[in-house]
């Protein structure tokens, strides 16, 4: 069974960085044939796909987000990060971790319960 579980802290300062980690259990982030992705939803807004990477460990983000995204994998903890740059308010949302078998979904098989980031001074 596979389990993914986010940390982080929740409450972060606007012009700072956001970091998040989603620790997977059950599988390999390297060769289960799944993209893991991180997806965010800001309150009373849908979800939104913020980037992802396949088990080549090739990446891919959003192209609005690009710029301030950066995602990494550690394959000997089977984790991977978020680093989001220079948050604002609006980066306000539950951030999720996701397993899916397509680049850019916001649903998929696997998902974390989700962790509520607040950016507020």
């Known amino acids: 069974q596979v389990q993914m579980q986010e940390s982080g802290p929740g409450l972060v300062k606007p012009s700072q960085t956001l970091s998040l980690t989603c620790s997977v259990s059950?599988?390999?982030?390297?060769?289960?044939?799944?993209?893991w992705n991180w997806i965010r939803q800001p309150p009373g807004k849908d979800l939104e796909w913020m980037g992802g990477?396949?088990?080549?460990?090739?990446?891919y983000y959003k192209p609005t987000l690009k710029s301030r995204t950066f995602i990494s994998r550690d394959t000997a903890k089977n984790q991977f990060t978020l680093q989001l740059n220079s948050v604002t308010p609006e980066d306000t949302a539950v951030y999720y971790c996701?397993?899916?078998?397509?680049?850019?979904?916001?649903?998929?098989?696997?998902r974390g319960q989700g962790t509520q980031v607040t950016v507020s001074s």
């Open positions: 990477f396949d088990t080549s460990g090739n990446v």
């Open positions: 996701l397993g899916a078998r397509l680049l850019g979904a916001t649903t998929g098989d696997f």
């Open positions: 059950g599988a390999s982030i390297t060769t289960l044939n799944y993209y």
